[in-house]
T-cell receptor, first 112, second 114 residues
Framework: SQTIHQWPATLVQPVGSPLSLECTVEGTSNPNLYWYRQAAGRGLQLLFY??????ISSEVPQNLSASRPQDRQFILSSKKLLLSDSGFYLCAWSPRQNTEAFFGQGTRLTVV | DAKTTQPPSMDCAEGRAANLPCNHS???????VYWYRQIHSQGPQYIIHGLKNNETNEMASLIITEDRKSSTLILPHATLRDTAVYYCIVRVESNAGNNRKLIWGLGTSLAVNP
């Protein structure tokens, strides 16, 4: 069966520090991969999606970047965090035929 | 913008059926209706999806009107653990362009009460 791992679960980082959140998927090949952000009491906002190694599409201009160095690994990064980067970050994958999406447990990032 | 509208909140008594409505009046012929739920501080969980016919699985039933402009998610015997935000999403099952994205609204916050 397929599983998705996302870590860490919580993170407190100072303004101006770098960020690296990692997501890995097991039990499937060539998944579509996604990074979402959710502000408190709001819906999910798509940040990045990837349909293959090295292929990243950015949905909104922001202080973040994403990379996909391996087929089942998706990394969200920032060189210098801003206070506005605080939020709940979710990684997800879907099959190539793009049916249902499966989400990780999320990372709650607080920038102080 | 989300293509669906849902009531912001609903209550349901434990053990009773929870019926969550969703309006998608501009749905296209090739768009599916998907339902997810998000328990507090967790990632969303896929529940069910359908195109035209009613669907049922171990979690819920999905009733889609004949004109496909609205649907209802039914949790037949709600438990306290079903308390969550329920999202209704319409999308094309295609890996081309914008079809890869899910557009999320604010969902319905369901409170199951003892």
């Amino acid at each position: 069966s397929q599983t998705i791992h996302q870590w860490p679960a919580t993170l407190v980082q100072p303004v101006g520090s770098p960020l690296s959140l990692e997501c890995t998927v097991e039990g499937t090949s060539n998944p579509n991969l996604y990074w979402y952000r959710q502000a408190a009491g709001r819906g999910l906002q798509l940040l990045f999606y990837s349909v293959g190694i090295g292929q990243i599409s950015s949905e909104v201009p922001q202080n973040l970047s994403a990379s996909r160095p391996q087929d089942r690994q998706f990394i969200l990064s920032s060189k210098k965090l801003l206070l506005s980067d605080s939020g709940f970050y979710l990684c997800a994958w879907s099959p190539r035929q793009n049916t249902e999406a499966f989400f990780g447990q999320g990372t709650r990032l607080t920038v102080v | 913008d989300a293509k669906t509208t849902q009531p912001p909140s609903m209550d349901c008594a434990e053990g009773r059926a929870a019926n969550l409505p969703c309006n998608h009046s501009t749905i296209s012929g090739n768009e599916y209706v998907y339902w997810y739920r998000q328990i507090h501080s967790q990632g969303p969980q896929y529940i069910i999806h359908g195109l035209k016919n009613n669907e049922t699985n171990e979690m819920a039933s999905l009733i889609i009107t004949e004109d496909r402009k609205s649907s209802t998610l039914i949790l037949p015997h709600a438990t306290l653990r079903d308390t969550a935000v329920y999202y209704c999403i319409v999308r094309v099952e295609s890996n081309a362009g914008n079809n890869r994205k899910l557009i999320w609204g604010l969902g319905t916050s369901l409170a199951v009460n003892p």
